[in-house]
């Protein structure tokens, strides 16, 4: 079946400490998204990237930063994780903006 | 500016009840609608969409919205309620505003009860 896959699931990491979580998905979208959720709050897109073009939300913290080496993987890093950045982080992929996405399951990242 | 309303944070039906969540947004332009589902420690599942053509859209598990343009809103409606439908629902706006952007709703608890 054609999917959107978040690896790890769970993520521990101490403060400070560079984590990186990983997105694939065999869909064949080109485009690709970075949510953060915090608990009983709506998604908060973090960037996108239409195809291999990169588009930041102007509130980002400098902090995230995504990579997208070819079309099935992206790459969501936080260089210095504080504890405000434990959260649900959801990958979603789209064909073209304004279809629906399709998430993955999520990473649950908690900062110690 | 463009936003989405969910009214009511959390709502509670007993099983068999109607469902009714609403959601108005606010644009200027032609929205394109979305009514996505979360199950606890999962991603966001699709329940239904509206881009054009006929208003009263039908979705999975016996979902159905309708996009009224003239009360902005697009609430979603599903005639008897099931223990399985208890999640968190959130509704979606896709607008464009010199690029297309996704907008989401704060989400509505659904409480089932026996």
């Known amino acids: 079946d054609a999917m959107v896959i978040q690896n790890p699931r769970y993520q521990v990491t101490q403060f400070g400490k560079p984590v990186t979580l990983s997105c694939s998905q065999t869909?064949?979208?080109?485009?690709m998204y970075w949510y953060q959720q915090k608990s009983s709050q709506a998604p908060k897109l973090l960037f996108h990237?239409?195809?291999?073009?990169?588009?930041n939300e102007a509130d980002t913290p400098d902090n995230f930063q995504s990579r997208r080496p070819n079309t099935s993987f992206c790459f969501l890093d936080i260089r210095s994780p504080g504890l405000g950045d434990a959260a649900m982080y959801l990958c979603?992929?789209?064909?073209?903006?304004?279809?629906?996405?399709?998430f993955g399951p999520g990473t649950r990242l908690t900062v110690l | 500016a463009q936003s989405v309303t969910q009214l009511g944070s959390h709502v509670s039906v007993s099983e068999g009840a109607l469902v009714l969540l609403r959601c108005n947004y606010s644009?200027?332009?032609?929205?394109?609608l979305f009514w996505y589902v979360q199950y606890p420690n999962q991603g966001l599942q699709l329940l239904l969409k509206?881009?054009?053509?006929?208003?009263l859209v039908k979705g999975i598990n016996g979902f159905e919205a309708e996009f009224k343009k003239s009360e902005t809103s697009f609430h979603l409606t599903k005639p008897s309620a099931h223990m399985s439908d208890a999640a968190e629902y959130f509704c979606?706006?896709?607008?464009?505003?010199?690029?297309?952007?996704?907008?989401f709703g704060a989400g509505t608890r659904l409480f089932v009860k026996a």
């Open positions: 979603a992929t789209s064909r073209g903006d304004t279809n629906e996405q399709f």
């Open positions: 990237y239409y195809d291999k073009d990169f588009n």
């Open positions: 869909l064949n979208h080109n485009v």
């Open positions: 509206y881009t054009t053509g006929a208003t």
């Open positions: 644009s200027s332009v032609p929205p394109y």
């Open positions: 979606a706006v896709t607008l464009y505003t010199g690029g297309f952007k996704t907008i």
